[in-house]
């Protein structure tokens, strides 16, 4: 069936139920439009624009899916506006994962140790890292000397010493003033003791317990 509106935009088929209009297929300015009486969608190139029931693209009248009637997952390769059109409402990133935290010292690396946990776990919402961890150190075959840090963040930070964190539970160093700890560029933790916010922690890594979470920027 070959069906041709010539001259002016507006409807190709009308669709009725007992008489009444439900809905019309048509065209405006060479691109089709499909609507029903309330809603519908004009497909212009690469985008898909809400309208009303006459056809007309419209601006923020239309809703996806219902409170009750709910579409499923959302899968996009680019991602979404929120409150806004510009860059500063773009939302391009969603994850959840784990990561590896690893005690350390900076001369010297990573410690020889063994572990009953070693788990960290992180959310990322734009650019915003939000990154939590248990260390439980069984025991300790050697580690170096310097600064004392925890290693293996899954993003690296944007910037060193501007985002800070607090330490939980903490019997896993020598000593137990080690009460926050600072991000670095370069994916690190650097231990910071209390009364002493400017300066790196030294103290040695212990058998016990240390737990933390961070929330920092990355680029």
């Known amino acids: 069936m070959y069906i041709n509106r010539t001259g002016s935009d507006g409807d190709i088929v009308t669709f009725n139920k007992s008489g009444a209009i439900v809905g019309s297929i048509g065209a405006d300015t060479g691109r089709l439009v499909v609507h029903g ?37 959302l899968y996009l390769s680019g991602g979404v506006y929120l409150g806004g059109a510009t860059s500063d409402n773009l939302l391009d990133d969603y994850e959840e994962g784990t990561w ?3 005690p350390s010292r900076f001369t010297g690396g990573g410690i020889t140790a063994t572990y009953n946990t070693q788990d960290g776990y992180y959310t990322k919402v734009g650019n915003l890292v939000t990154c939590s961890f248990k260390i439980d150190i069984a025991s300790i075959s050697s580690q170096g000397t310097s600064f004392t840090y925890i290693a293996g963040l899954p993003y690296a930070p944007a910037r060193s010493y501007y985002d800070a964190g607090a330490t939980g539970n903490n019997t896993g160093l020598a000593t137990v003033d080690v009460v926050s700890f600072v991000a670095h560029s370069d994916s690190r933790l650097f231990l910071r003791q209390s009364g002493n916010t400017s300066s790196n922690s030294t103290a040695d890594w212990a058998v016990g317990v240390l737990s933390g979470t961070i929330t920092y920027m990355t680029s």
């Open 100 to 102: 590896t935290p690893s």
């Open 37 to 73: 009486t309330s809603t519908g969608i004009r497909f212009a190139g690469s985008e898909l624009m809400p309208t009303n029931g006459s056809g007309t693209t419209v601006a923020d009248t239309v809703d996806i899916g219902h409170t009750t009637y709910r579409f499923k997952n």
